[in-house]
């Protein structure tokens, strides 16, 4: 098989895609171009195929050269390539896999994003040398992917590794977009850190964050609330401590659940490093199962930032990759 | 190798052991003699011993014959044979497994009895021919197993698969033995349901509960709840919806995580059947994620009962059974 692949980071912005060395897990090119939501889906998947023929030029390479296309999307699809549901695209079981095969006249295999990420970590990042890997993705949602073995967990059907979509709060919060109240998503993304700051600046008006973000509260991001803790607000070291309780509590159970060696954090928020990992840390040894008789994960922040969706994409072309 | 392995399923009351012939995935003989709890670990450990020992003979073998032993425990083990965390006997961190293998001059493999159960269902009981296969068993704790492509699941260091100990309730209801609030066990095993018909019975005089059990609550068990919902006392069907709300708030997540083909219930309150799976089946298309879009799991009672425990040891002995 030829030692080069391309991967598609199919995002609701961009359409990110490259070509990788699988025997070195590298990057030998990448391009980019919008993704043009609100188009029909099969312009923006003429769009990821002429991607990829960009991507094996600037790589040197004719695409029947390549050993396939693997496509990172933002959401859940099946192993025959169909992309099932992806919110922010509005997509509902589109034969997208078997779209873009007959386009390149190359095999196509689809995973979810947080799935290429932990593969990419785990080749060539922050996991390299661990078999048992676990990687939280802390974005708009919250994306969970993992290694078994040194290999890809992807669930039956493709379609599980969904953590974000764990109760931790039965009944409480706002209501998930999964249909669900509870969801750890819904208390740990970085979508509900900015909720939190903002409730929390609203209700307190003498705090630091209001005299600083009242008039603007649109503009309030997943660092506000870090910043204004660090500054000495008290108000935003509660929303701090709160928030990272939350975090703390699905991580715990995670590590219940999957045991990994070590554990990843992505995603804009994974950006605080030790304001967020220092107590993470503390709270995975103590409280996870038997954390005095069976070792804690070493607890990380993911290396490879945007590129392990490309990258990770390309890597499900490699046939060792995935457990199922 | 051999084709026949032992099994030990090691229970607070009993050891049960026998053999099994690994090329069919039926046990040939069992055997079972009281543990003796509150004995030194090495009597009982000798004790383990002669079982396989007497097993052995009665399927007219020697136990050179045997491929070699391995054991379900009612807590967490490492895979160096380490018995880590066993409270029902007060164990913490000792070489089970090396010092059966000294006594028996047989390779011992050591795993979590949930484990076990889930390998026996999948290769000779109710999850025969599927490849992802759950397995919740609800008795005094919450227990699960994992098959993952037809292999055992068992966590990083042999010590996860932990489903009981994830959080569904953040902060609620009485102290996890894990040390931590709002564990799924504390909420859906039958101590749980236990508790909950006996706090209701004490809250409701005028119920059908309290008439028959306000004079022995110490006599309600699994069943009471079921028994007097199905004659028709309001409280007990509160307490038995209640009881399947938070059941199946953390079957939908179980859902989510592993998505597998089949999940099957195991303990003692599986023995309610239809009046347990009917109302969890509709929760699961109600509630699991992009339910559909993609297949809902079976739901279904384990098979093998207490059999289970032994196969399912016996079979860890087969090199192809687990994932790590």
Known sequence: MPPFAAGIDLGG?????GVADL????LVSTVSRPTGRGRPWEAIARDMAAAVREAAAAAGLDPGQLAG???GIPGTCDQRGTALYVTNLGWTSLPLGPFLSRELGLPVRLSNDANCAVLAEGAAGAAVGYRDVAMVTIGTGLGSGFLIGGRLFEGGWGA???MGHMVIRSGEGPVCNCGRQGCWEVFASATALIRQTREAAEANPHS?????????????DGRTAFDAAAQGDPVARQVVDRYLWYLGEGLVSLVNIFRPQI???GGGVSAQGEALLAPLRRRLAEDCYAGSLVPIPRLAVAALGNDAGILGAALLLNPQSTVL
Chains 1, 2 share one sequence.
Request: charged fraction near 15%; proline fraction near 0%; glycine fraction near 12%.
């Open 160 to 162: 599980g590794a969904e």
């Open 263 to 265: 554990l990843l954090l």
């Open 69 to 71: 296309v693997g496509v």
């Open 23 to 26: 025997a070195s897990s590298r």
């Open 13 to 17: 912005t961009n359409i990110a895609a």
């Open 208 to 220: 630091l964050l209001w005299q600083q973000w009242g008039g603007k509260l649109d503009q309030i």
